[in-house]
């Protein structure tokens, strides 16, 4: 009889771990004509080889058709460091959470904070299993201690989240917690109501895409932040984003071997004319290493430029303005992006450039009642209490509140420097003049008379703000000529090194929001 037992028993913990290692043939069809991969050839393309280690694989094992309970979780390596994985099998019951799913993950998130190691998530999961709903959802080690663990990670180590397919419901907030969200085009969604519950409980009558697709996402809501073609490609994007940061917020930022960038400046990559658009990705490839420039939420806000490079090899974050995205302005949008970017490079000892060509903020109706005040006065935050190295170069135009957004001389930049082409005023000498002079302007008949005085106006605005008298002034700490931008940010930021990070003592500030 004992023979037999244990017989019984070796088979049956032999077919536990049998079901948790591949899908059901059913299971794989699905993946298969949705373009998906498996769950563990996710993490296999994530980790170096032969690094996984699986916590809680039998979780749930005395369950029918619930392997490891829709949930892989472990550590392993990625490109030599360790981190942690947190991966949903959309083959058991369509990635749900029971009780012990919610359980492997809490330990993580333990783990992670215990440990200060990262948590590379791959989410794909319909969300709660309703059924279980008492035992998962409201008590201490329920599905709010993953969230409450989560912003407690927060800036203590990179939380990276490729999104494969529905993050849905309460389960959307994991993407919204992590610094980067990666989602796969056609397949990703996340969204707090489907749109069947949507047309029941508010009548409205909308498609998955629309609701929470990744285009809209990454173009319109901003809750995502990059686009991937499929898994691969999702996977592969994650480890480049993690490539720029530490392991945890202790460590620096881990540099490269130095690489010349794609293009030389010179004197005719930025306009004369402050009216003419141009791309500031031109600037920028003049500025990083070739390859190393990768942008954050490039389908998003484009008025401004968010992105990781490297100059020389040391890793630096990049905001910059973008005269070819509806003039540089700054949106509601573009100073929410902007924030979250220099708040991330702050956390894990990124030094920050700026590269401004700002007109401003945007004014009007419409954006007033967006909030655009506190809004741009969250970027304005963000920009005063980041204590990484920051260097600002006004590129072109620096005008009004923008001048302050883009981290100007009375923000404490660590060197404020500029083009000869650069321009600081509280506004450009067009509208300035028309501000100032408006009711003589329209009290000259003569066309010819109007045009001169307005010309000689404006020639007044223009010495009063002259590159030379700021710079005289000190308002700029030097001019730089194009050609030498480059190698006069390596020489600055390799001098910023050993910058000391001091914050003033309080809990905290009470941030616009």
């Not at 029918?64 to 550590?75: F, H, K, Q, R």
């Not at 069947?196 to 990454?218: I, K, N, P, Q, Y």
């Not at 700490?477 to 480059?486: C, K, S």
Request: hydrophobic share 45%; proline share 6%.
């Amino acid at each position: 009889m004992a023979d037999d037992f244990t017989g019984q028993a070796h088979t049956s913990l032999k077919d536990a771990r049998s079901a948790t290692l591949a899908p059901t043939p059913a299971g794989a069809a699905k993946l298969a004509r949705s373009g998906k991969l498996y769950v563990r050839e996710r993490i296999a393309l994530l980790a170096d080889a032969d690094t996984f280690v699986e916590d809680g694989q039998l979780a749930n094992a005395l369950a029918s058709g619930l392997p490891a309970d829709g949930v892989v979780t472990g550590a392993c390596l990625v490109d030599g460091r360790p981190a942690l994985v947190v991966a949903n099998d959309t083959g058991v019951k369509a990635g749900s959470w029971g009780a012990r799913t919610v359980e492997k993950i809490v330990r993580i998130t333990e783990r992670a904070l215990v440990e200060e190691l990262p948590i590379f998530w791959l989410v794909d999961s319909a969300g709660a299993r309703i059924t279980d709903q008492v035992a998962l959802f409201p008590g201490r080690r329920g599905a709010g201690r993953i969230f409450h663990n989560q912003v407690k990670l927060s800036g203590k180590v990179p939380q990276i989240c490729c999104l494969f397919g529905p993050s849905a419901a309460g389960g959307a907030y994991i993407p919204a917690f992590c610094d980067v969200v990666v989602m796969v085009d056609g397949n990703a969604s996340m969204y707090l109501g489907s749109p069947r519950m949507a047309e029941v409980t508010v009548g409205e009558s909308v498609t998955l895409e629309e609701m929470g697709g990744a285009r809209m996402h990454t173009e319109i809501s901003g809750c995502g932040d990059l686009l991937a073609g499929d898994d691969a490609d999702a996977i592969e994007q994650a480890r480049d984003f993690f490539s720029y940061l530490p392991t945890c917020w202790r460590e620096p930022a881990p540099e490269t071997e130095p690489v010349a960038p794609a293009r030389e400046l010179d004197d005719t990559t930025v306009p004369a004319a402050e009216q003419v658009p141009f791309d500031i990705h031109t600037v920028i490839d003049g500025i990083v290493d070739d390859g190393s420039f990768f942008e954050i939420k490039p389908s998003f806000a484009a008025e401004i430029v968010t992105g990781f490079g490297r100059i020389e090899g040391m890793p630096i974050g990049v905001v910059a303005s973008n005269s070819a995205v509806r003039g540089g302005v700054l949106f509601v949008d573009s100073a929410d992006k902007s924030a979250r970017f220099i708040e991330l490079c702050d956390a894990f000892n990124l030094p920050l450039v700026y590269l401004a060509d700002v007109p401003g903020f945007m004014i009007g109706k419409e954006v007033e009642r967006q909030g655009i005040i506190r809004h741009g006065a969250k970027m304005i935050t963000a920009v005063a209490e980041a204590t990484v190295p920051q260097i600002s170069v006004i590129v072109r135009k620096a005008y009004g509140a923008g001048l302050y957004a883009m981290n100007g001389p009375g923000f404490e930049p660590d060197a404020c420097l500029a083009l000869p082409t650069a321009r600081i005023a509280v506004m450009g000498p067009d509208p300035a003049v028309q501000a100032v002079y408006a009711h003589r302007i329209a009290e000259i008949d003569d066309e010819d008379e109007r045009a001169a005085f307005v010309a000689a106006r404006k020639q007044e605005y223009e010495a009063d703000v002259d590159l030379l008298r700021l710079a005289s002034e000190l308002v700029i700490d030097a001019v730089v000529e194009p050609g030498v931008l480059r190698s006069e940010l390596a020489r600055r930021l390799g001098m910023l090194a050993g910058k000391v990070r001091r914050r003033v003592e309080k809990h905290h500030g009470v941030r616009p929001v």
